[in-house]
């Protein structure tokens, strides 16, 4: 019998009532290449791509040694060449490979042509280009056959790879010593102690990253304002009752599985509301991922949400998958969900209805198992009314709201905010942290902050790189901060208006605090002459000695 000879019909078996599945004698189980395609890229971003190609090398090798194993226990193979041929077919009727018509195998001077990869297909789809060849697996699959089949150490080494935009992969195997030192970089990779080493470092990485978290919760907690509530642990600072209820909400919004619809102006923090949520919840293991749905052209969108078939449109050169499926297990947060088109709102309905998606191009639903958490700054009710939102959408995310009020609406909240921003800042910026001084709290405080919490955070950013100590002085601050006037309900608390003459005065001693007591800068300002300004000051108690 020759390896050509082999038919997947006679080697693989199925036993239905046992619920088995045996290749050449050998239990066997099928797995979908996407799911796999998906292990690499997860283990690529946990333990790096040299811990990675170690573990998926070593993986194949065993495959490939198993193979070997139940092929001699249940074959007839007439030579020793049809030993070492059948490992190309095994893998090809395996689904892994196709070979170039006529090659040879990797032990021959040429090496095995490959034209068609799994693995570099997968690479391709999650991972995009690669600098080097990635077809570990399948090297790995070929060096523990052949060493099984020839009784003896052999390295398959990838010198050519489809992952790499090369026209085909090329697989060449030889003994160490054959190798000599071409092998040397590839060996540690078939190695228990290069898997263990870095095994090791990622999880002295891991490590690392733990104690990061825990001191920058720390660091949260420290710089909280004295009577608040401790930080939450997503990373919120909330002191306003009006903050609180909405964090409480989001916790207990976490432990089922509905739509979640996060509402309020730019900036107010609606993503971090959604890792809360996603932290939380039962899905936390999973993946959390975030896609700006006015931030990619219309033509682009479907693509990105659903995914598309190669040949949908110009330029869709491989299949791709969209962001439902890639968060699947967990949980996909849709920012800015009211910028959709009318088309896409149609589609994203459907996909929340059935917990399908389609991708472009094709005719095939595939189900997606993703916890939705949506957000916008728009007044979708208003949008609906407007006939530019779909109402049956509108309800559908709708399921739960959290409305996060502006920054000018929770001003407890400001300077517990500005002293965890400035912390944050100063420690990426390898500077000590700062304190702010009464007159820079005065100003935030006054300030409206239209930008909400996003620009709080730059401005916090701004003053620890302009302050000259450690402290950070009002001249530290953004203008708009420093000229603050006091809110427009700023007044006595017994309810009484403030008199013309309160706000002039604070109005004039602000000016004059911003100009560091500067007179005559202070009454440009005012657009008053400096004799005014002495006038106003002495009636104030404030005029210098003479």
């Known amino acids: 019998m020759r390896a050509a000879d082999l038919d997947l019909s006679e080697l693989l078996t199925v036993d239905p009532q046992a619920g088995e599945l045996r290749f050449s004698g050998a239990r066997a189980i099928l797995l979908d290449a996407v799911a796999m395609g998906l292990l690499r890229k997860q283990l690529i971003d946990a333990l790096g791509a040299a811990a990675a190609r170690a573990i998926l090398t070593r993986f194949g090798f065993a495959h490939g040694f198993r193979a070997a194993e139940a092929a001699r226990a249940e074959l007839a193979l007439e030579s020793d060449e049809e030993w070492r041929n059948a490992g190309g077919r095994i893998h090809t009727l395996q689904g892994m490979i196709r070979l170039a018509p006529g090659a040879d195998g990797p032990l021959s001077p040429e090496g095995a042509t490959v034209e068609a990869s799994y693995e570099a297909e997968q690479h391709l789809l999650h991972l995009g280009h690669a600098d080097a060849p990635v077809c570990w697996t399948l090297a790995g699959f070929a060096s523990g056959y052949l060493s099984c089949v020839e009784g003896r150490d052999i390295y398959v080494i990838e010198r050519r790879c489809l992952g790499r935009g090369d026209a085909s992969c090329l697989f060449a195997g030889r003994t160490a010593e054959a190798w000599g030192a071409e092998i040397e970089p590839h060996l540690p990779f078939f190695q228990e102690d290069r898997l263990d080493a870095s095994l090791r470092r990622a999880a002295e990485a891991l490590g690392r990253a733990e104690r990061r978290l825990k001191a920058r919760a720390e660091t949260l907690l420290r ?168 109402k049956d959408l509108y309800y559908r995310l709708n399921v739960i709201e959290l409305r996060l009020p502006p920054l000018r609406e929770r001003r407890e909240d400001i300077l517990p905010l500005a ?94 605090a911003r100009h560091g007591g500067n007179q005559t800068r202070t009454a440009a300002e005012l657009g008053i002459g400096v004799s005014t300004l002495y006038r106003k000051l002495k009636e104030y108690g404030r005029a210098p000695a003479g």
């Open 223 to 390: 710089t909280a304002a004295a009577g608040a509530r401790a930080a939450d642990p997503g990373g919120i600072v909330a002191s306003s009752p009006a903050m609180q209820r909405v964090l409480e909400l989001a916790r207990r919004v976490a432990q089922v599985d509905a739509t979640v619809l996060v509402t309020g102006e730019s900036g107010t923090g609606k993503e971090r509301v959604a890792r809360l949520v996603h932290d939380a919840s039962p899905r936390a293991r999973g993946p959390l991922l975030a896609i700006n749905c006015a931030a990619i052209p219309e033509p682009l969108i479907e693509s990105e949400l659903f995914g598309h078939a190669r040949g949908a449109f110009t330029g869709a050169a491989r299949d791709r998958a969209g962001i439902f499926e890639a968060a699947a297990g967990g949980t996909l947060f849709l920012d800015e969900v009211g910028d959709l088109s009318a088309g896409v709102q149609v589609k994203l309905l459907r996909t929340l209805q059935t917990r399908e998606v389609r991708r472009v191009g094709e005719n095939r639903s595939r189900a997606v198992d993703v916890r939705v958490v949506a957000a916008t700054h728009r007044e979708l009710a208003a949008e609906v009314s407007a006939g530019r939102f779909r």
């Open 419 to 512: 002293r965890a921003l400035l912390a944050q800042a100063a420690a990426r910026m390898r500077r000590p942290a700062p304190r702010l001084s009464p007159g820079a709290a005065d100003r935030l405080v006054r300030y409206a902050w239209p930008g909400n919490v996003r620009e709080l955070e730059n401005a916090m950013e701004r003053a620890v790189a302009l302050a000259e100590g450690r402290r950070i002085e009002a001249d530290d601050l953004p203008e708009e901060a420093r000229s603050a006037l006091p809110p427009p309900d700023a007044g006595p608390r017994d309810g009484r208006a403030r008199t013309l003459g309160d706000v002039e005065k604070e109005h004039i001693l602000a000016a004059l």
